[in-house]
């Protein structure tokens, strides 16, 4: 047996042997044994009984790796019965809204993308990602996103679930120079095309890009994204 090995069982059966008095003198819990005099603990118990008290009382230091949780802005519900309208599907994504932008405004952050799961009674499942032009957590321009696109919606089965999941970042300012303005209110430039793209298609709502062709008429439709310029705050 190694000289280590060897002092950690004497260790153990020290302690061992601590364990026995205090039990004899009645001390059966922590905050029994760090009520005793300090120096009456190392008078009787030596060394290795003082380190015990100093640990139970709170006295010694433990470095510790504190690990922050990554904040997770999640919702999600199953409904008791099926469904099959938009109303009750609505009034839950609202509530999502109210509490997420509860949880975001605590966090002195906004959403600055959704993402709507819904789920069906015939195990298929529907998603969708909102990329927000201006970060928000206002509950009415987030919602009026949802609804808008909802309003084009049509499931061939009834609805189970539904979950919604905000994406967070810092609010951003934005800089313009002399003669740059901003959108007079971006939530209404998403959602115009929202509606647009349930009316003609994805495929045909976005910013034309010209290909890299000799035709002059050659374009493709990329979706259209207004970014905010960041800086640093």
Known sequence: MSGSAMAAKEREAAIARILGILHGWGIHTVGQFAALEKQDVGARLGPIGLELWERASGKT????????VPESFEEAFEFENEIETAEPLLFMLRRFLQQLALRLDAL??????????????????????????????????????????????????????????????????????????????????????????????????????LEDTHRPDAFRMEPFSWQLQKTAG
């Open 108 to 209: 002195y952050l906004v959403a600055s993308e959704l993402q709507l799961q819904i789920f069906f009674s015939d195990k298929r499942s529907y998603e969708h990602q909102f990329k927000i032009p201006e970060p928000t957590n206002q509950v009415e321009v987030l919602f009026r996103m949802l609804h808008t696109h909802l309003e084009n919606f049509t499931s061939v089965a009834p609805i189970l679930a539904v979950a919604l999941k905000a994406e967070a970042t810092k609010p951003a300012f934005q800089h313009f120079h002399l003669f740059e303005t901003a959108l007079r209110d971006p939530a209404r430039l998403s959602e115009t095309l929202a509606r647009l793209t349930g009316l003609l298609g994805a495929d045909r709502v976005g910013s034309p890009v």
């Open 61 to 68: 230091t433990r470095l510790l790796k504190l690990v922050a």
